[in-house]
Nanobody, 129 residues
Framework: VQLQASGGGLVQAGGSLRLSCTAS????????????MAWFRQAPGKAREFVAA????????YYADSVKGRFTISRGGAKNTVYLQMSSLKPEDTAVYYC???????????????????WGQGTQVTVSS
């Protein structure tokens, strides 16, 4: 499974960005409805943290408290793409954002980066004050 993240950039506080993550690979295409897809982020000097996830079994998004109400995770029509719509951005949202995917993620471990075997390369989001 290969994940390609894109859409990062520089934006002023209060602005918006949409990140995209496209998955490919025979395993993913064969079991596309079984994959949980998620976004994590890592700011300089900090540990990687959970941002949002979309479970394989439903269309409900799960969010970190710090982004709830401002970020929305969704799938594209072809289901091999997941988006992270980020609004009302704050300087503290500045980080490298990574998409992740896995078939074996359970609800209780969804927010743990160790639960995901497949990762994209990361895309930088910088929010200026």
């Amino acid at each position: 499974v290969q994940l390609q993240a894109s859409g990062g950039g520089l934006v002023q506080a209060g602005g918006s960005l949409r990140l995209s993550c496209t998955a490919s690979g025979r395993s993913f295409n064969q079991y596309i409805n079984q994959y949980t897809m998620a976004w994590f982020r890592q700011a300089p000097g900090k540990a990687r943290e959970f941002v949002a996830a979309l479970r394989r079994s439903d269309a409900q998004g799960y969010y970190a408290d710090s982004v709830k109400g401002r970020f929305t995770i969704s799938r594209g029509g072809a289901k091999n793409t997941v988006y992270l719509q980020m609004s009302s951005l704050k300087p503290e949202d500045t980080a490298v954002y990574y998409c992740a995917a896995d078939r074996q993620v359970i609800l209780s471990s969804m927010r743990t980066d160790g639960s995901y075997d497949y990762w994209g390369q990361g895309t930088q989001v910088t929010v200026s004050s």
